[in-house]
């Protein structure tokens, strides 16, 4: 009988799997990809008596292949914090949903531990921007400052990692970076001994360097819109770029903005922080998605610029 696990390539998704498995060891085919390759489960080829792990995203992009691999007969354990909708009622479905605007995938499955690999949800929390969450978990753990600095750079980098719109704008394709990371119960291990947290963490300042000279398309009280230009660096760096212009500017939302293949632009919207809500309801008046904090756009029609500005400022002005 084969086994698939099937997950997010960011740091939730990757942190999420490396808890359950060190838990729980299963020889497993990875299905993974970039960040926003979120429709996953039509890749899983499984049949009767097989079964797959699914971990950090949204059963709403899934539920076709979802209900076609239980009518199959195949075993579906589900864990996500992503909106659902309805979750589809089967006896092989074990879904574990929570959708609360401050709970990762990575507490998910921590919870359904019982807190066994406690130090990678700390990772998982920090790499979706749950910086809080993270220092709350961290806390009964007796971590030096120096300890938490270096999990949230963890956090940090392997998310930074997943953000690319192509496979070949990676630094290291998420499902050989599990790899490497699964030889590791303790993370401090994994970033005292593998390269690859050397490369990528270097990548990430050498690519925020860069953001941080690009001045805001829109600068307005309740926000920012940023517009990077069309480089690997661009499309690897705005979602970390994202997160820190939010954690930096509380009650500001931001927008940034990367030319796609098509003329257009993808978008990664951040809620301020100071309210977490709104970023998915504006993404969907231009076909995205997302999380009330967090929510993209895959593509927005270069025509579409100034009604997603108007919007934009719509969606979070105050009253
Ligand atoms: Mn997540």
């Given at each position: 009988?084969a086994?698939f ?15 359950l498995r ?6 497993a085919?990875l299905?993974?990809?970039v960040?926003?390759?979120i429709?996953?489960l039509?890749?899983?080829d ?5 079964s797959v792990t ?5 059963i709403d992009v899934n539920?076709?292949a ?7 007969g ?16 089967h006896?092989r479905?074990?879904a574990?949903?929570n959708t609360a ?5 990575g507490?998910i499955v921590?919870r359904w531990l019982?807190?066994?690999h ?7 929390a ?10 709350k978990l ?9 300890q938490l600095?270096?999990l949230q ?7 930074y990692?997943a953000?690319v719109?192509?496979?070949?704008d990676?630094?290291m394709?998420p ?6 990371l699964h030889?590791h119960?303790d993370?401090?291990?994994f970033i005292?001994t ?5 490369e990528?963490?270097?990548s990430?300042?050498l ?6 000279r690009?001045?805001p398309?829109?600068?307005?009280l309740?926000g920012?819109?940023m ?9 690897r760096?705005?979602?970390v770029?994202?997160n ?5 500017s ?10 796609d293949?098509q003329g ?12 977490l809500?709104g ?9 995205g ?9 895959n ?5 579409k610029?100034p009604?997603?500005?108007d919007a934009?400022?719509?969606?979070f002005?105050r009253?």
């Amino acid at each position: 009988m084969a086994h698939f696990d099937v997950f997010n390539g960011d740091a939730d998704g990757i942190c999420a799997l490396h808890q359950l498995r060190l838990a729980d060891p299963r020889e497993a085919t990875l299905v993974t990809g970039v960040k926003r390759d979120i429709a996953l489960l039509e890749r899983v080829d499984a049949h009767s008596g097989d079964s797959v792990t699914v971990l950090d995203v949204s059963i709403d992009v899934n539920r076709q292949a979802l209900v076609a691999l239980l009518e199959r007969g195949v075993t579906v354990q589900y864990f996500d914090h992503h909106g659902s909708g309805e979750v589809p009622v089967h006896a092989r479905l074990h879904a574990v949903i929570n959708t609360a605007p401050a709970i990762c995938t990575g507490i998910i499955v921590d919870r359904w531990l019982g807190g066994a690999h406690r130090i990678w949800t700390i990772v998982a929390a920090f790499g979706d921007n749950f910086a809080q969450a993270a220092r709350k978990l961290a806390a009964p753990l007796g971590l030096q400052t120096a300890q938490l600095d270096l999990l949230q750079e963890l956090g940090e980098c392997v998310n930074y990692n997943a953000y690319v719109d192509n496979e070949a704008d990676l630094v290291m394709h998420p499902a050989a970076l599990y790899s490497i990371l699964h030889r590791h119960a303790d993370p401090f291990t994994f970033i005292g001994t593998e390269p690859v947290f050397q490369e990528l963490r270097e990548s990430r300042r050498l690519d925020l360097n860069l953001a941080r000279r690009i001045q805001p398309l829109v600068s307005a009280l309740h926000g920012k819109v940023m517009l990077l230009p069309d480089a690997p660096w661009s499309r690897r760096v705005r979602g970390v770029y994202g997160n820190l212009l939010a954690t930096g500017s509380p009650d500001q939302a931001h927008a940034i903005l990367v030319p796609d293949t098509q003329g257009g632009y993808t978008v990664s919207v951040r809620a301020p922080f100071s309210v977490l809500r709104g970023a998915d309801a504006l993404c969907r008046q231009f076909a995205g998605g997302g999380r009330p904090a967090a929510a993209g756009i895959n593509h927005l029609p270069q025509d579409k610029l100034p009604v997603f500005i108007d919007a934009f400022e719509q969606a979070f002005r105050r009253p």
